[in-house]
Structure formats: structure tokens, C-alpha cells
């Protein structure tokens, strides 16, 4: 049973334009939500987090948007650069059974085009 | 302030046999993870911890063993290793929700 979805594998656009990648989640529960960024060969990074209590966080060309009434969260980023080409993977923080613990969707491969 | 380590970077292993992979945090983190990443597809949670001498099963512990003795340190067993178990594994630490990870263990089973 997957509790957090991002059902767009890939995701192209060009230099400039804005990105959006969206993820749906399942559990009610869930705290926190976070994106990670992961270049190839590498570790994921943090990038932005968004609170169960919010519905906007903002960081520099990087906004996540949060529909508790939907399930759903997205991230934006303005202006797309080429080095922000990577896997963007959402993830969300909150109780399952016993424990609190960090659930991954799929992730979106975001291409930005020169 | 060397955040997650792990080692090694890259491994092949024969079928049946065994191995350790390391993880190590330096940032007194109480929360460990060990996920696997296939191609094309997000990261799995095989185990994870939430301090020293608690351990859980994520999603596909089948094949792995974990052991939490110190809070620095979570080390993930493999047995009889398998094809199946060929991917690309990453280690993380957190404090709660915001989890930093290892470069990652590539391990090819033939």
C-alpha cells in the first residue's frame, strides 16, 4: 500500500519556466511533508519542508503548496535552471503503527532544457 | 563534520554469500533508516531505528538483518545474498523529520 504517490515519473521544461512536481499522499496522520533532490551516484539532499499546520512555504526560487483536504502537495520552482535536473522525490513524516518514520514516493525525474 | 558515512561504496557479492554494510552518523541523531533503490523506481525502507537497541521492519526486511548497539552506528546484514538484492543503498540519520543520507552502497549480487 503506497502512501505517498508521485504518479509523473518524468517531468521536461524549459529554462525559465516554472517546474511543478506533485505528490498525494493517503495518510491523515502524516506531520511533516519534505521534498529531497538526488543527483546521480549521490545521497538525497534536503530541499523544503512544509508543516501538516501550513499551506505555503517558500524558499528562495523553491515554494511547496500543501491540500490537506485533497491529500496533496506540489512543489514549484521559478525560474527553472538546468542544474535544478534531477530526481525530486516527496516524502512525509508522521505515525505508522508503533512508530514515527520517513516514507518516500517514487520520485519525478525533472529535465530542465537550455 | 562528516554527516552520514557509509561504506563500502561498491560491492560485488556471489550468490549465497554474505555481508555488512556500514553506516555511521556523527550527528547524534537518534532516527536511522536503511533504504534500497532500484532502477526506475523510489526508495524502499528495508529497517530502520529509532535509538540504540530499537530496530523495526520497513517495507522489505526479507534478506536483511539490522542491529542498533550505539546510537552512532546501524550496520545492515545480508545473508545469503540473492539477484534480488542488487540495487543501490542509502543510509540516514535523523533527528525527526528531516533526514540527511549517505552517498549510497551500489551492490551487484551475480
Known amino acids: 500500500d503506497q502512501q505517498v504517490k508521485q504518479n509523473s515519473p518524468s517531468l521536461s521544461v524549459q529554462e525559465g519556466r516554472i517546474s511543478i512536481l506533485n505528490c498525494d499522499y493517503t495518510n491523515s496522520m502524516f506531520d511533516y511533508f519534505l521534498w529531497y533532490k538526488k543527483y546521480p551516484a549521490e545521497g538525497p539532499t534536503f530541499l523544503i519542508s512544509i508543516s501538516s499546520i501550513k499551506d505555503k512555504n517558500e524558499d528562495g526560487r523553491f515554494t511547496v503548496f500543501l491540500n490537506k483536504s485533497a491529500k496533496h502537495l506540489s512543489l514549484h520552482i521559478v525560474p527553472s535552471q538546468p542544474g535544478d535536473s534531477a530526481v525530486y522525490f516527496c516524502?512525509?513524516?508522521?505515525?505508522?503503527?508503533?512508530?514515527?518514520?520517513?516514507?518516500f514516493g517514487k520520485g519525478t525525474l525533472l529535465t530542465v532544457n537550455p | 563534520n562528516a554527516g552520514v558515512t557509509q561504506t563500502p561504496k561498491f560491492r560485488i557479492l556471489k550468490i549465497g554469500q554474505s555481508m555488512t554494510l556500514q553506516c555511521a552518523q556523527d550527528?547524534?541523531?537518534?532516527?536511522m533508516y536503511w533504504y534500497r533503490q532500484d532502477p526506475g523506481m523510489g526508495l524502499k525502507l528495508i529497517y530502520y531505528?529509532?535509538?540504540?537497541?530499537?530496530?523495526d521492519k520497513g517495507e522489505v526486511p526479507n534478506g536483511y538483518n539490522v542491529s542498533r548497539s550505539t546510537t552512532e552506528d546501524f550496520p545492515l546484514r545480508l545473508e545469503l545474498a540473492a539477484p534480488s538484492q542488487t540495487s543501490v543503498y542509502f543510509c540516514?540519520?535523523?533527528?525527526?523529520?528531516?533526514?540527511?543520507f549517505g552517498q549510497g552502497t551500489r551492490l551487484t549480487v551475480v
Open positions: 516524502a512525509a513524516w508522521g505515525p505508522q503503527g508503533s512508530n514515527y518514520k520517513l516514507t
Open positions: 540516514a540519520s535523523s533527528y525527526r523529520d528531516e533526514a540527511f
Open positions: 550527528m547524534n541523531h537518534n532516527y
Open positions: 531505528s529509532v535509538g540504540a537497541g530499537i530496530t
